[in-house]
């Protein structure tokens, strides 16, 4: 009945407490250290098991990986607009994302997920660098109707600075916040959190649950990437979940591109990674 939907329509807490903030990092859906290259088996390994997976409420943000970063910092886009070859920098950055997100949503389409892609400069300005809203994204309509809305890291407008680079680590913390999310999972190309960085020290040991408190005492001995990453990397990326972990989300961190590791993550199963909580 049109009635019905309608209602449900309406109903803005459908996700709530059941919905899962998912990222994609760009370490594994992209390779990182070649330009514009994709890593197409890994994005059609996730998009299976995604749809394995089956959660009843999912949003996806992708990073930027080789699309993304090097055009980003090769015209500073984060510094916000100093002059005009900028402009045609703000532009290209956004088109690499374009490009990659196309190649994430046909995969989960080819998957048969309900996968809709969600252009986040589009429908958010941000002011210094932060999300002021995301009202304009129609985000709870599409999770109403059974979508699944795929964002990812962009180079959007902002109030202040003329633009500026959203990273999908502040994306996901705020959709994640915003919409009560009952857990974030961030897939990256190591197996979680470490005590260094796994790529540049071999004495790095993993740490497989760590409380807000804890990592708070930790953060000096988390690194920016070596790659190219102009959001900070996995330094970056803690400090944006932050606030998310505080407000009682837990995050956890895995290696997604292993195969099986992002399945068990979805389903809750046991799976090497760090499981960050508030307490
Ligand atoms: N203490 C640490 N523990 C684990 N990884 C770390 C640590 N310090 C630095 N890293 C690095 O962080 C990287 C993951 O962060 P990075 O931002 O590069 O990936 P991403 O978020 O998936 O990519 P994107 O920003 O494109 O989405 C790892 O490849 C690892 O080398
Ligand atoms: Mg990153």
């Known amino acids: 009945m049109p009635g019905e939907l309608k209602t449900e329509l309406k109903s803005k807490s459908r996700?709530?407490?059941?919905?899962?903030?998912?990222?994609?990092?760009?370490?594994?859906?992209?390779?990182?250290?070649?330009?514009?290259?994709?890593?197409?088996?890994?994005?059609?390994?996730?998009?299976q098991e995604v749809a394995q997976a089956d959660v009843e409420y999912l949003i996806i943000v992708?990073?930027?990986?080789?699309?993304?970063?090097?055009?980003?910092?090769?015209?500073?886009?984060?510094?916000?607009?100093?002059?005009?070859?900028?402009?045609?920098?703000?532009?290209?950055?956004?088109?690499?994302?374009l490009e990659l997100n196309k190649l994430v949503v046909d995969a989960l389409i080819q998957h048969n997920i309900a996968a809709f892609s969600v252009i986040p400069s589009s429908c958010i300005v941000t002011k210094a660098g932060?999300?002021?809203?995301?009202?304009?994204?129609?985000?709870?309509?599409?999770?109403n109707m059974g979508l699944v809305p795929v964002l990812f890291g962009d180079a959007?407008?902002?109030?202040?600075?003329?633009?500026?680079?959203?990273?999908?680590?502040?994306?996901?913390?705020?959709?994640?916040?915003?919409?009560?999310?009952?857990?974030?999972?961030?897939?990256?190309?190591?197996?979680?959190?470490?005590?260094?960085?796994?790529?540049?020290?071999?004495?790095?040991?993993?740490?497989?649950?760590i409380t807000l408190a804890d990592l708070k005492s930790r953060i000096s001995a988390i690194e920016q990437t070596r790659v190219t990453d102009v959001t900070g990397g996995m330094l970056g990326k803690i400090l944006?979940?932050?606030?998310?972990?505080?407000?009682?989300?837990?995050?956890?961190?895995?290696n997604a591109g292993k195969r099986g590791n992002l399945y068990k993550a979805l389903k809750e199963q046991e799976v090497p990674g760090t499981l960050i909580t508030k307490e």
């Open 15 to 47: 996700a709530e407490g059941k919905l899962v903030v998912l990222k994609l990092g760009g370490s594994v859906v992209t390779r990182k250290e070649k330009r514009m290259t994709p890593n197409l088996e890994a994005i059609k390994m996730l998009a």
């Open 240 to 254: 944006e979940l932050m606030p998310a972990i505080g407000a009682g989300i837990p995050t956890m961190i895995v």
């Open 62 to 97: 992708h990073g930027g990986g080789s699309f993304g970063h090097p055009l980003a910092e090769q015209y500073r886009i984060k510094e916000g607009f100093k002059e005009r070859s900028q402009i045609e920098g703000f532009s290209k950055t956004h088109q690499a994302m």
């Open 130 to 143: 932060r999300i002021e809203s995301l009202d304009n994204c129609q985000i709870d309509m599409l999770l």
């Open 156 to 209: 959007v407008l902002d109030e202040d600075q003329g633009f500026a680079i959203l990273s999908g680590d502040q994306l996901v913390a705020v959709l994640a916040r915003s919409f009560k999310a009952s857990r974030i999972i961030l897939g990256v190309d190591v197996d979680g959190l470490y005590t260094a960085d796994p790529k540049a020290h071999s004495i790095a040991q993993p740490i497989t649950h």
